[in-house]
């Protein structure tokens, strides 16, 4: 039997649940409304733990699936608790930039 590596909780009408997952099951979680919903994926490769958070459809087959943070945990003291992808990052610093200049004063 493997250890957990993730752990992931829920609270709603009926309580609390907690579900864990290993390193060769990962942990998936959806939260969701009517018309979307937020996934949260995590899992492990090449001795290195992922995570990813989109945007995505909840039964809205045409809805886009959106990046909002990728990135890795990292294991070494000293690094930050989670470090985001460089493509996230360069689409915020993006967006960022763009209302920045489009700002009326």
């Known amino acids: 039997m493997a250890w957990s590596e993730f752990y992931g909780k ?3 009408r009926a309580g609390e649940a907690a ?3 290993n ?28 995570f990813s ?11 886009d699936d959106i990046p909002l943070a990728e990135g890795t945990f990292p294991v070494d003291e000293g690094e930050p608790v989670v470090r985001v992808g460089d493509e996230v990052t360069r689409k915020h610093v993006e967006r960022e930039a763009l209302r920045a200049m489009t700002k009326e004063d």
């Not at 409304?33 to 490769?45: D, E, L, P």
């Not at 958070?53 to 809805?63: A, Q, S």
Request: charged share 20%; with cysteine.
């Open 10 to 12: 829920v609270q709603g």
């Open 23 to 50: 390193k060769d099951s990962g942990l998936q979680m959806v939260a969701a409304s009517k018309t979307g919903a937020i996934r949260v994926k995590m899992w492990h490769s090449n001795g290195v733990n992922h």
């Open 53 to 63: 958070v989109r945007i995505t459809d909840w039964g809205y087959p045409e809805f």
């Open 19 to 21: 579900r864990c997952g």
